[in-house]
Each structure stands twice: as structure tokens, then as C-alpha cells.
């Protein structure tokens, strides 16, 4: 069998952080949070973390559902609250939702993370 | 050679070895005043050459890169040894200041002056001037032939050249190699003489300085002496290098910086195989018009068991039907023989289903032995098997990453939202040079390339034209490279529909949002008419070294054709399907070339973040052992290459043999200083730098790195 075949039946496709083809996605709720929200992608992005913003027309519930399907690990969603309080409201693959936390905690818990290679 | 040969193949390919192909009047014209000067001195040399051996017979004498050369038949074989003589006789030609004057002749008339030797030469001599009447039927008819005369001297000759032979300021002849007429080997063998000029003294000093410098730099001498790479031809291959050590980390470096930047600029990471079926290239145009320039293809046969035990039964029931179809047919002549079938175009066959069919009609007249009947029906039954097989595959091995890439794109259902779509990867590929032309790691036979495709909208091709160039500046300063040009070759309108894809507004719109890109971003820029891709305009990025020689390291190419080859498209916003543009680039160029550029261009003294030693730790006694082990785990631990170096060798020893190596940093590290939690610092090439804080030292080394600071 194949590192790489091995690797993918290993994890059933759900890779920890550091392994994840799509680390992040950024989701604010309407286009007023795109600021707040692009500073969160650049930050990590500047981290070498692969990080994605989207936003469409689509509902929130659909944008987070379609980062659901693509196994994104970290889907952070913005909304005016948690842009006036410099929150990011937390969902992690496969485990839900992880309640509001402060952004720089969560930079600093992605970041921690991917260096630690943690499982 | 061949017109419709997409150009992205040739990303850095260095200059082929020059050869004495015939220029056209239009090339001819766009000459430059260094290269008119340096032709002259050809005529000059040739001048001294006919005084000093009068029946020497000349061939050609073009400018070359870094000079000009004449090619001449001369029972005398010229070494070094006579270049002061002839230069002496050079002397006195540039010296008598002849103007070159042009005569128009026809075609007759040159054909009779050089029947008696007066071409090529001072006066007329009894031989015909042979290799001038060969060039001379290579003149197109309607083209006018002319003549240079600079003094005595007549040459068959096109121009143009400087006013007089006293406009050459400074020239020396440098050597003698032999070449064939005309670059064919069947032509007779010729003396080579290179020699080179400039327009004054200084610039031929300074020529000269560089070629000396250039060669203390070569990569080949440096790369041994570093541990950089080998060439393995016995066992590898020529043309093959193996990075060792040493090297692989100037290749690692190299793609994290590829990585990183990449990375910030929006593109994504692939990786392919080495290999592709028949069936990639014959779709991308590569088969046939590129495959001498790549390696033969593997054959691989999935049903070889079947297709042999086939082929052997087939064979054995087609002999027993021939033999008794020959044995009834030929038994009225008496002699024996064998029956054949006349094809349409006049050739004989005998094939099994011929001879079954012949069978079949004997039927009725004669009665058919029971073991020929078995074997017809074993043909019968085995022919449709056997045709049936799947063909034998062919397997290439990838000369250039496009083609994988495109199928990468194929792969996916894309949208209009997909786009800019890069795709990203450091490939090897495989191409097959002639093994006159391999040369370290500037000519090779496998490459590691920094290559990405670009797939995007031709709304978006501008900005992401502007970003490609934008990363190259952002290299060039990384490596300290102040002197650059890009090279944007464009097509020609009448070269539309042969020599370029037929696009006529492609080219326009295309063209001018890369003339406008570059000049917004104040490149620095030259623009060649009718020299592009047959699939779009290309450019052509060139380097200078820090001793002033010039490198292309890469090309950059508009792809419009390609992409619909391969049934590339995305659902644009009007819901129709569209096809792409392809940017192809590599501004890292390949591995080998570039590395083989940066070991010249450093000097193999190369900046802390490339350096492959780049922190040496030395104790002066084993009293400050576990200090310096400290160092050195602290550095290890922010993945720095650092070394600790203890032994009985006095410390002087142990710093030049660091010194030897290149090792970037040489930290030392006494008693005195251990006290102070302090280290001694010495920079390779540089000397000591004094006494300094450990802490502050290191911090300085983690950022020179990260930073990447020169
Ligand atoms: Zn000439
Ligand atoms: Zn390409």
C-alpha cells in the first residue's frame, strides 16, 4: 500500500489542521463584515496557513454546509457582533460548533496547531 | 526547423553552439554596432590572414556572441603561436583606415571572379575561391549579391560593417577550433579562428578581466570543490546531474522561497508523473515536430503473454492452410511454389486471411485433409482475438509540464469563479540534448523546473501578467540581480496562419496589454518584431551575473491554442463554455541552470539563508564544550545548518579549514567569552567581526534568514 493511499484511508479524508488541504474559511455574514473578515485571511494567509474567504449571495447555512462537504477544518464565521467585539464565531470539521472566542485566541490556537502537528 | 514548434518548450535553453547558418538580409539589418564592428574585424583578420598565407580559402565570417570568427582552409595549421603575427598584420590594415566600400555585381560576374580565386582574397589566384562559389548558390535568386572591398581585400559579403577599417578600436584573437562547411560533416573540415573586438582598449580589458573572472567562477570548478553536484555519465547518464548534499540544500532553499512566494501569490500546489502516454503529446503538438528533442519512448505491453501465444498459434494455422493451398495450386506447373496476393499497389502479400479465404474456395474441387479444416477454424477463431487486443502502449517521459497540468484542469468541472486558476509545481522533466552541446549544469538532459500555468480570462490576463512580473522583481532583488531585460517577442501579420496561430485580434489585444503591463511597471523591456511563439507572444527574461555576463534564465509565454487543444474551458457567467488563457512561467528558471547561474554569480560565496554551512561552532578548548553544544542545539532547533567542530587542530587550523569550506558564520567560542555568555564572530570572507552577545548573534542569524537578506 501507498504512503499517500495510506495516509487518506487512515483519516478517512478528515486530516488534522496541518494536513488539510483547506485549513480555514472565513464566512462573513453580510458584505459589512468583508473588512473585518479579509484581515482574519490575511493574517493567517501571511502564516503560510491556507486560508479561503467566501462570500456569495448564498445563505450562511449553504456557505457553511459547502465547507462541511469540502472537509474544511476551521470555518470561521463573522457576523456584527463578533466583528464589533474582534470575535470569530468557531466550527470545527465534523465536531460543530465551538461557541464565540476572541480572534487572536484563535489565530494563536491555529497557528500553535499546525507547528505542533497536532493529531 | 519546424514553424509550429511552441516556443514554452525551449524555456531556458541556453544558446545553441554558433554555426555559420546563413542570416537573412532582414537579420543582417538588425545588427548591432558592436556586432557590424566586430564582423569588420572579421574582414580584417581574414586581410592579414591572405598576407601572411595567400592562399588561404575562406568560408565565413559572422559576428558571434562574444566576438567573431572566420572560417578558413589553410594547409598551415594556425596556433596561438601566430596570432601576434597576424595581429601585427591587422595593425596595419585598421591603421591604412580603408573604407568598405560595397560593390553590386550580378550573379555572373561574382560567379567568374570567383573562378578565379579573387574572392575571399588580395588578388586573383590560380585556385578558384571555392567555399565563396558554395556560398554563393545559396543566395536566393532576385536577392542582390555584393561585395566588400577594404583595400586589397574583396569579400562576397552582405554587410553591413562599420565606415573603415580604423573605426575597430581594440581586438585580439583568442583561439582556434575546427568546424565543418557550412555545420555539415560532410563537408570539408575548416580552421576555426575566434577572435574578439570592442570599440576602445578599456572595454577589451574589461572583457578580458570578466572571461578571467568567469572562469575562477566556474560553477562546474566550484560545484566540485563545494560538494555541490555530480555527473554521473557511466552509471547516471551524461547530462544527468546528482544534487549531493550540499547542493540539495541550495535546491530546497530555492523551492521554499518558490513555495512561499507562490503561496502569497495565490497559487496552488500540483504534482505529476514523470510519464504520459502517445496520446498527451500527439494532443499537444509536441508528437511528432518536438520528439527529437525528446527521449525515445518506453513500449509497454499489458497483454504481452497473449499477444505472443496469439501471434505463434495464428502463425502455425496460417502455415499448414499455405502449405496445403500451395501444394493444390502449384501441382499443374509441376514445380511447387507458393501463392501470393498482388495488393493495389503492386506488392506481393500473404497474409492468413488470404490464404484462408483461398482455402475456402479449393472447397468445392478438391476435399480439405481434416487438419487443415482445424487449422482454418483456429485462424478464424483466433484473428478477431488477436485484433482485438488492446495496442502497445508508448510511454514518454516529460519534457515540460504543460501537458499534465492542462489534464489537471480537464479534471474538474470549472467555473468563470475557479479563474485565475495557478497551478503550481517544481516538475522534472527530461529533454534530449545532443550530447556535444550538454554542459554542466547549464545544459542537461533532466531539469527540475519552477514552472506554474496560469489559467485565466482574458479580463484577468493583464493583472495576472502584471503579478508574474511583479515576482520577478520581487527575485531579482532577493539575489541582488541589478541589470535585467525582458525580451517580449510579438508576431507578425504576415506570418499569420503559418508561422503564428491564426488569431489576428488575440494577437493585438494580447500584445498590447503586455506592452502596456510592462511599461506600467517601468520593466525594463526590448521589443522583437517576429520572433514569438507560434501560440502567442513570449518573453524572455535575461540576467547579468555580478561579473557582468548574461544569462536567460527563463521565458515567460501567452499560450491562446493550446488550452483548446486539450478541450480546456470554465462556465463563464453567461453560462456558456469558454476557453482559457495559459500563461506559462518559471521565473526560478530550472534548478540546474539557475543554480549553475547563482555559483557564478555569488562566487559559491552565497548569502546565510542559501548557504549550505551556515553556522560553525568552534570551542576553543573542550572546557567550553557544552557552551558551544548549547549554541548549537539553540540554532539547530530553529532548523539552522550549523555544525560544532572540536578537535586536537589549533583553532587557527580549524577556522581557515571553515573558511575553506564557506562556512557562513564561524562563531568562536574561549573561555572569556563562555564567562560572558558571549561569542567571537567571524563571517566568511568578511573577517572577524568583533566580540558580541550570544543572544544578540543569534537573533541576528534567525533574521538574516528569514529575511533573506543578502
Ligand atoms: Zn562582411
Ligand atoms: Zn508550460
Avoid at chain 2, 281 to 297: I, N, Q, R, V, W
Avoid at chain 2, 534 to 556: C, H, L, M
Avoid at chain 2, 689 to 704: S, T
Amino acid at each position: 500500500m501507498t504512503v499517500r493511499r495510506w495516509v487518506i484511508e487512515h483519516y478517512a479524508g478528515n486530516f488534522p489542521l496541518w494536513l488539510a488541504p483547506d485549513q480555514v474559511r472565513v464566512l462573513p455574514v453580510t458584505d459589512a463584515q468583508m473588512d473585518y473578515a479579509q484581515g482574519i485571511v490575511n493574517e493567517l494567509r501571511a502564516q503560510q496557513v491556507r486560508v479561503e474567504l467566501e462570500f456569495s449571495n448564498d445563505k450562511l447555512m449553504g456557505r457553511i454546509q459547502r465547507a462541511e462537504e469540502r472537509r474544511v477544518h476551521h470555518i470561521l464565521v463573522v457576523g456584527q457582533r463578533e466583528q464589533e467585539a474582534n470575535n470569530v464565531a468557531l466550527r470545527i470539521h465534523g465536531k460543530g460548533q465551538h461557541g464565540v472566542k476572541p480572534r487572536t485566541e484563535v489565530v494563536a490556537d491555529i497557528l500553535a496547531a499546525i507547528r505542533e502537528r497536532r493529531g | 526547423m519546424c514553424l509550429n514548434l511552441p516556443t514554452f518548450l525551449n524555456v531556458m535553453e541556453a544558446p545553441k553552439p554558433e554555426n555559420a547558418e546563413r542570416k537573412t538580409l532582414d537579420d543582417r539589418q538588425k545588427m548591432t554596432d558592436l556586432e557590424r564592428l566586430r564582423h569588420s574585424a572579421a574582414h580584417v583578420m581574414a586581410t592579414a590572414i591572405a598576407r601572411l598565407w595567400p592562399d588561404a580559402q575562406f568560408a565565413s565570417g559572422p559576428a558571434v556572441e562574444n566576438g567573431f570568427y572566420y572560417d578558413v582552409e589553410l594547409e598551415h595549421r594556425i596556433t596561438p603561436e601566430d596570432f601576434p603575427a597576424i595581429e601585427a598584420e591587422m595593425k596595419k590594415e585598421i591603421k591604412a583606415n580603408h573604407v568598405f566600400e560595397k560593390l553590386i555585381v550580378t550573379r555572373e560576374q561574382a560567379f567568374a571572379d570567383a573562378q578565379k580565386g579573387r574572392l575571399g582574397a588580395l588578388a586573383e589566384r590560380p585556385a578558384p575561391s571555392k567555399f565563396k562559389i558554395g556560398n554563393l548558390a545559396d543566395i536566393p535568386e532576385g536577392e542582390p549579391i555584393s561585395y566588400y572591398k577594404s583595400g586589397d581585400f574583396i569579400d562576397l559579403c552582405a554587410g553591413p560593417h562599420v565606415m573603415r577599417t580604423g573605426n575597430i578600436g581594440a581586438y585580439k584573437l583568442t583561439t582556434v577550433a575546427s568546424a565543418y562547411y557550412k555545420g555539415d560533416e560532410k563537408n570539408p573540415q575548416l580552421q576555426r579562428i575566434y577572435g574578439t573586438a570592442f570599440k576602445n582598449k578599456t572595454q577589451l580589458d574589461e572583457y578580458f578581466k570578466m572571461q578571467e573572472e568567469a572562469k575562477r567562477r566556474d560553477h562546474r570548478k566550484i560545484g566540485a570543490e563545494m560538494g555541490l553536484f555530480v555527473l554521473d555519465a557511466e552509471f547516471v547518464g551524461p547530462g544527468m546531474p546528482l544534487w549531493l548534499p550540499k547542493g540539495t540544500v541550495l535546491v530546497e532553499e530555492l523551492e521554499k522561497l518558490a513555495k512561499e512566494t507562490e503561496f502569497a501569490a495565490g497559487y496552488v500546489r500540483v504534482r505529476t508523473p514523470h510519464l504520459a502516454r502517445e496520446k498527451m503529446y500527439k494532443t499537444s503538438g509536441h508528437l511528432p515536430y518536438y520528439a527529437e528533442s525528446m527521449f525515445p519512448p518506453m513500449e509497454l505491453d499489458e497483454m504481452e503473454t497473449e499477444r505472443e501465444e496469439l501471434t505463434s498459434r495464428l502463425r502455425q494455422a496460417e502455415l499448414k492452410v499455405g502449405e496445403f493451398v500451395d501444394g493444390v495450386m502449384t501441382k499443374d506447373s509441376g514445380k511447387g511454389g507458393a501463392i501470393f496476393e498482388v495488393s493495389e499497389d503492386g506488392s506481393l502479400q500473404r497474409s492468413g486471411p488470404f490464404l484462408v479465404k483461398a482455402l475456402d474456395g479449393l472447397k468445392r474441387d478438391y476435399s480439405i485433409p481434416p487438419a487443415v479444416e482445424a487449422a482454418a477454424d483456429e485462424f478464424r477463431r483466433l484473428k478477431p482475438k488477436f485484433d482485438s487486443l488492446p495496442p502497445i502502449d508508448r510511454y514518454f517521459l516529460k519534457a515540460m509540464n504543460c501537458p499534465h497540468h492542462h489534464r489537471i484542469f480537464a479534471a474538474e468541472p470549472r467555473s468563470y469563479r475557479d479563474l485565475p486558476l495557478r497551478l503550481a509545481e517544481y516538475g522534472t522533466c527530461y529533454r534530449y540534448e545532443q550530447s556535444g552541446e550538454l554542459f554542466g549544469l547549464m545544459r542537461v538532459r533532466s531539469l527540475n523546473m519552477n514552472d506554474a500555468h496560469i489559467y485565466c480570462t482574458e479580463d484577468q490576463f493583464a493583472s495576472e501578467f502584471k503579478a508574474v512580473n511583479d515576482m520577478y522583481l520581487k527575485y531579482f532583488k532577493i539575489f541582488g540581480l541589478e541589470k535585467y531585460q525582458m525580451r517580449f517577442s510579438t508576431h507578425s501579420k504576415e506570418g499569420l496562419g503559418k508561422k503564428y496561430v491564426n488569431e489576428p485580434e488575440l494577437w493585438l489585444k494580447t500584445e498590447d496589454m503586455v506592452r502596456r503591463v510592462l511599461n506600467e511597471s517601468g520593466i525594463n523591456y526590448v521589443e522583437v518584431a517576429n520572433e514569438a511563439a507560434f501560440y502567442g507572444p513570449k518573453i524572455d527574461v535575461q540576467v547579468w551575473s555580478a561579473i557582468g555576463r548574461e544569462f536567460t534564465i527563463a521565458t515567460n509565454q501567452v499560450d491562446f491554442a493550446v488550452p483548446a487543444k486539450f478541450g480546456l474551458t470554465y462556465r463563464d457567467r453567461d453560462n456558456q463554455d469558454k476557453t482559457p488563457l495559459c500563461i506559462h512561467r518559471a521565473p526560478l528558471g530550472t534548478h540546474e541552470r539557475f543554480i549553475g547561474f547563482l555559483i557564478e554569480h555569488y562566487a559559491g560565496n552565497f548569502p546565510l539563508w542559501l548557504a549550505p554551512d551556515q553556522v560553525r561552532v568552534l570551542p576553543v578548548t573542550d572546557a567550553q564544550m557544552d557552551y558551544a553544544q548549547g549554541i548549537v542545539n539553540e540554532l539547530r532547533g530553529q532548523q539552522v545548518r550549523v555544525e560544532l567542530e572540536f578537535s586536537n587542530d589549533k583553532l587557527m587550523g580549524r577556522i581557515q579549514r571553515a573558511e575553506e569550506r564557506r562556512v557562513h558564520h564561524i562563531l568562536v567560542v574561549g573561555q572569556r567569552e563562555q564567562e560572558a555568555n558571549n561569542v567571537a564572530l567571524r563571517i566568511h570572507g568578511q573577517g572577524q567581526q568583533g566580540v558580541k552577545p550570544r543572544a544578540e548573534v543569534v537573533a541576528e542569524i534567525l533574521a538574516a534568514i528569514r529575511e533573506r537578506k543578502a
